[in-house]
């Protein structure tokens, strides 16, 4: 009797792991699998957590072949759960280089870069400034935030807005302009907003760019005479970080305040860490620390 008990038992256990392990092997495939033109570079994720990087040239009712740069494979189609196609310039040295998460902005400052439509950032710098943005559509972009201040009741709180509006003009070169309107507490004072309207425009593409801005600063109605100008750029180094620096000259000041520092990213996370500093004699040794982040969504 106990005999049988123990080969029903194993006959149970044996029906179940016959049932689960294709239910495992059949996940839903994400990405559409297709044979791609020379342009495009396939990534073939399967369920052993395992990726192949590549261009699909043939499929079967089984399998595909898979060409990678040093040889061709093949791969059981309900192996595969994810194909992710990118372009075939964003693989260096057989890595795939993932799209810059903040090609949008230097460390403060715009560039003339684009979110796209229904794409969006959290980001927070020093803590206590998060905002949030969103691609309306791929010309114009809303976002704002509110200060984080401890202890400070929400009338305490500096509230900020920044629209944006920018095109391409060709691959390599784009314009944008928009605002940043700051609330300002009231605090018995005659003026609670502030801000800038700018314009910028940014020459390259999102790894490696060149930007140059104007922008002229308001208090209440008031506009100033002069502009503030702004000029940076980005160098992508490798496939995690990159070079960023960002400089201002603000009318009436003689010394140009100057930020340089590098860029740590992932796919869709970037980490901003800097120095800035004023030329001439007012310079603070080695710098004012800047950080900030930036989360995809």
């Known amino acids: 009797m106990k005999t049988a008990r123990i080969a029903w038992a194993i006959t149970l256990l044996a029906g179940l792991c016959a049932w689960v392990k294709p239910g495992l092997a059949q996940q839903p495939l994400k990405g559409q699998l297709r044979v791609a033109d020379s342009t495009i570079v396939q990534m073939v994720k399967t369920i052993d957590g395992s990726s192949n990087v590549g261009r ?8 595909i072949q898979l060409q990678t740069t040093v040889m061709t494979i ?7 759960t994810e194909v992710k196609e990118v372009p075939a310039e964003s693989i260096k040295g057989g890595e795939y280089w993932f799209p810059n998460p903040n090609a949008t902005r230097l ?3 715009p560039t ?3 979110l796209k439509g229904g794409e969006g950032y959290f980001s927070d710098t020093y803590v206590f400034f998060p905002q949030v943005v969103v691609g309306v559509t791929d010309f114009i972009t809303l976002g704002g935030g509110m200060s984080l201040f401890p202890g400070a009741g929400m009338d305490n709180q500096i509230l ?13 070169f784009h314009l944008a302009g928009g605002a940043l309107i ?3 507490p009231d605090f018995d004072q005659d003026v609670s907003t502030v801000g800038v309207l700018y314009g910028a425009g940014t020459y390259g593409g999102r790894d490696r760019s060149f930007t140059a801005g104007l922008g002229y600063g308001f208090v209440g109605d008031e506009m100033a005479d002069r502009p503030m100008v702004m000029v940076g750029g980005e160098y992508r180094m490798s496939r995690r970080v990159s070079f960023v620096t960002e400089n201002w000259l603000f009318p009436g000041l ?3 305040l100057v930020s340089g520092g590098f860029r740590f990213f992932g796919e ?8 800035a500093n004023v030329l001439g004699e007012d310079m603070i040794m080695p710098g004012v620390p800047f950080i900030g982040f930036v989360y995809n969504f």
């Open 160 to 172: 900020y807005f920044m629209p944006k509006v920018g095109m391409a003009v060709n691959p390599m």
């Open 268 to 275: 869709g996370l970037a980490v901003d860490i800097a120095l």
């Open 112 to 114: 003339a870069h684009m």
């Open 74 to 80: 093949s791969i059981p189609i309900d192996k595969i």
């Open 56 to 63: 699909i040239t043939l499929i079967d009712s089984l399998n």
């Open 254 to 256: 003689d010394q140009p």
């Open 182 to 184: 700051i609330k300002i």
């Open 107 to 109: 460390f403060f400052g």
